[in-house]
């Protein structure tokens, strides 16, 4: 009977150091150019949106156009995706909103993932994770919507550079554990 433990490891532990490597390259280029991070990421947002929107339009148009409500949906996807795409600087600002909100939850999903690793490889770097994760969402707030397009690229940089970190100290400890 294999242990469950090193089973979660080997499976958490295969890509860490990839996608650790990936992370922290990301994150380096967002430090290094914050502004094109900010609207790097405000135009793919936007972009998502619009297909979404419009995939949504044509599943409505097919399947169910009979309900006002039903196109609510698609609509608005495509209206927020243009004012996006139009203006991605307004876009930047709502999303490092978004982003804030995101770095809480996320911050408090990184601790609440390090205590149930609690005593095994790893738990104490993804609690600094957390806490890390959580000071950048507190100073985003604080900067809000002054410097956003400058803040919101770096603290994406900052978040990917520790998620990256964080997967690659991981592995470094795992790895014996992984062959």
């Given at each position: 009977?294999?242990?469950?433990?090193?089973s979660?490891?080997?499976?958490?532990?295969?890509?860490?150091?990839?996608?650790?490597?990936?992370?922290?390259?990301?994150?380096?280029?967002?430090?290094?150019?914050?502004?094109?991070?900010?609207?790097?990421?405000?135009?793919?947002?936007?972009?998502?949106?619009?297909?979404?929107?419009?995939?949504?339009l044509?599943?409505?148009?097919?399947?169910?156009?009979?309900?006002?409500?039903?196109?609510?949906?698609?609509?608005?996807?495509i209206?927020i995706?243009?004012?996006?795409?139009?203006?991605?600087?307004?876009?930047?600002?709502?999303?490092?909103?978004?982003?804030?909100?995101?770095?809480?939850?996320?911050?408090?999903?990184?601790?609440?993932?390090?205590?149930t690793?609690?005593?095994?490889?790893?738990?104490?770097?993804?609690?600094?994770?957390?806490?890390?994760?959580?000071?950048?969402?507190?100073?985003?707030?604080?900067?809000w919507?002054?410097?956003?397009?400058v803040?919101?690229?770096?603290?994406?940089?900052f978040?990917?550079?520790?998620?990256?970190w964080?997967?690659?100290?991981i592995?470094?400890?795992?790895?014996?554990?992984?062959?």
């Amino acid at each position: 009977m294999r242990n469950p433990v090193i089973s979660g490891i080997q499976n958490f532990g295969r890509y860490n150091l990839i996608v650790g490597i990936i992370l922290f390259l990301l994150g380096s280029l967002g430090i290094a150019l914050p502004v094109v991070m900010s609207l790097t990421a405000s135009i793919f947002v936007g972009w998502l949106m619009l297909f979404a929107g419009l995939f949504w339009l044509y599943y409505t148009y097919k399947f169910s156009q009979k309900h006002f409500l039903d196109w609510i949906k698609p609509v608005l996807l495509i209206l927020i995706s243009a004012l996006i795409l139009f203006d991605p600087l307004s876009g930047i600002v709502a999303l490092a909103l978004l982003l804030a909100v995101y770095l809480i939850v996320d911050a408090f999903s990184s601790v609440y993932m390090a205590y149930t690793m609690h005593p095994d490889y790893g738990w104490g770097w993804m609690t600094v994770n957390g806490i890390v994760t959580l000071l950048l969402a507190v100073l985003l707030l604080m900067g809000w919507p002054k410097s956003t397009p400058v803040i919101f690229g770096i603290f994406i940089g900052f978040s990917l550079i520790f998620d990256g970190w964080v997967l690659i100290m991981i592995w470094l400890r795992t790895r014996n554990l992984v062959d």
